[in-house]
Nanobody
Framework: QVQLVESGGGLVGPGGSLRLSCTSS????????MAWFRQAPGKEREFVAG????????AYANSVKGRFTISKDSAKKTSYLQMNNLKAEDTAVYYC????????????????????WGQGTEVIVSS
């Protein structure tokens, strides 16, 4: 079984930065696809960023391109989401997700493709 644990959320002012972490346990990290999604109050869950760890380029939602960066540390089995220039509309609970498959680029944003999910970490952007 795979467990994902997110951390790094919190309260930050507009224009600030946060780095979210997602650590996996119970399965080899190599060859997986990991992603970040978020859900704002009263809204549906939406894709933020995703990447295969063996090949290809990451994908980002248009709303976060140029501000957010997804990365990984295979040795630590951890995925990161660096969030810069945060805006009030970035306020949400952020979830990491993982699948053991190497998804095609067009599938990275589909939540249904991921079998494993973390419990979420809350990000609040407010002055």
């Amino acid at each position: 079984q795979v467990q994902l644990v997110e951390s790094g959320g919190g309260l930050v002012g507009p224009g600030g930065s946060l780095r979210l972490s997602c650590t996996s346990s119970g399965r080899s990290f190599t060859g997986n696809t990991m992603a970040w999604f978020r859900q704002a109050p009263g809204k549906e869950r939406e894709f933020v960023a995703g990447s295969r760890w063996s090949f290809g380029s990451p994908a980002y939602a248009n709303s976060v391109k140029g501000r957010f960066t997804i990365s990984k540390d295979s040795a630590k089995k951890t995925s990161y989401l660096q969030m810069n220039n945060l805006k009030a509309e970035d306020t949400a609970v952020y979830y990491c997700a993982m699948t053991g498959r190497n998804l095609i680029q067009s599938s990275l944003s589909r939540g249904s493709e991921y079998e494993y999910w973390g419990q979420g970490t809350e990000v609040i952007v407010s002055s």
